[in-house]
């Protein structure tokens, strides 16, 4: 699957902060047998990191959609974060001291 330039950029962020490296549109498999990919994951954690873009995720259906197959996937095991463009742009530190929480390390200074 073929990386959106949003996901790139938060993969981009990850490894700025010295984060674990992650794995890239990550296979679920669902309680119901549906499967699912994962923007990016951590699958040891149980984590995921989802790219948010309000560009293409912001009519009711598309939104409501994301929530339901993001409550199917915590269901699953995995706790679900999110991270927007703003987040990405305005807020890098803060969003990769998040993520890092969740993973349960230090995130490093961005180099």
Do not use: C
């Not at 951590?42 to 197959?69: C, F, I």
Request: glycine share 4%; charged share 25%.
């Amino acid at each position: 699957m073929q990386q959106s330039r949003f996901e790139r950029e938060v993969l981009r962020l990850v490894r700025r902060y010295g984060l674990p490296e992650p794995v890239l549109q990550h296979k679920v498999v669902l309680l119901d047998g549906a499967e699912v990919f994962l923007d990016i994951a951590w699958p040891p954690e149980l984590v995921s990191l989802e790219a948010d873009s309000y560009r293409y995720h912001s009519s009711l259906s598309s939104w409501s959609a994301d929530r339901t197959r993001n409550n199917a996937v915590t269901a699953s095991g995995f706790r679900v974060l999110s991270i927007t463009w703003l987040d990405l742009r305005n807020r890098p530190a803060a969003s990769a001291a998040i993520i890092a929480r969740a993973l349960n390390v230090l995130p490093a200074r961005a180099g």
